[in-house]
Nanobody, 118 residues
């Protein structure tokens, strides 16, 4: 079992920045080699992929956030971050932390609201 606690959402003007954090807790075996990532869901839309990072540091981004968002992780703290720069109103969404562990089970955070005003 893995628990995820997110923080860092809020209201920001277009062009501004926010940093999201997600801390994972659980058994050491479950937390090793997990892929961590962020997804988002805008009002009236389906949840979509934003970014992922492996335990080795390999990253993958959606085209819509590439060049503006940076995903990183601190393996010692089992924490993943999403630095969001040059935010646009269309980035407004609930952002969810996602973890996929060694046996391909996945877990979701409770979500954190990001609102970008124009």
């Amino acid at each position: 079992q893995v628990q995820l606690v997110e923080s860092g959402g809020g209201l920001v003007q277009a062009g501004g920045s926010l940093r999201l954090s997600c801390a994972a807790s659980g058994s050491i075996f479950s937390l090793s080699n997990m892929v961590m990532g962020w997804y988002r869901q805008a009002p009236g839309k389906q949840r979509e992929f934003a970014a992922t990072i492996t335990s080795g540091g390999h990253t993958n981004y959606a085209d819509s956030v590439k060049g503006r968002f940076t995903i990183s992780r601190d393996n010692a703290k089992n924490t993943v971050y999403l630095q969001m720069n040059s935010l646009k109103p269309e980035d407004t969404a609930v952002y969810y932390c996602n973890v996929v562990i060694y046996d391909l089970r996945e877990y979701w955070g409770q979500g954190t609201q990001v609102t970008v005003s124009s």
